[in-house]
Nanobody, 116 residues
Framework: QVQLVESGGGLVQPGGSLRLSCAAS????????MGWYRQGPGKERELVAR???????NYADSVKGRFTISRDDAKNTVYLQMNDLKPEDTAVYYC??????????WGKGTPVTVSS
């Protein structure tokens, strides 16, 4: 069974940085897309960034220029470097992995709080 373990969340002041990591284990099928979603207080879950197996990336408009997604296929890990964080970035961040076969997998989430 696939398990995703996220880490790197926490409390940071506005303008600060955090790096999220998501490591996948128990994988049987090849990984296709890897991504990060977030759900802020009273909001729906939204896409933050995705990276395909080709390396192609796409980002939510609200994070372009501040966040960078990357992946290490040898470690089955996806990262999200978050710079110049704003209070509106406060949310629980979820890792999502799409495989070439079978359903997606989701992590349990890691909270990020941006506050002074």
């Amino acid at each position: 069974q696939v398990q995703l373990v996220e880490s790197g969340g926490g409390l940071v002041q506005p303008g600060g940085s955090l790096r999220l990591s998501c490591a996948a284990s128990g994988i049987i099928f090849r990984i296709d897309d890897m991504g990060w979603y977030r759900q802020g207080p009273g909001k729906e879950r939204e896409l933050v960034a995705r990276i395909r197996s080709t390396g192609y990336t796409n980002y939510a408009d609200s994070v372009k220029g501040r966040f960078t997604i990357s992946r290490d296929d040898a470690k089955n890990t996806v990262y999200l470097q978050m710079n110049d964080l704003k209070p509106e970035d406060t949310a629980v961040y979820y890792c999502n992995i799409k495989f070439t076969i079978g359903p997606d997998s989701w992590g349990k989430g890691t909270p990020v709080t941006v506050s002074s």
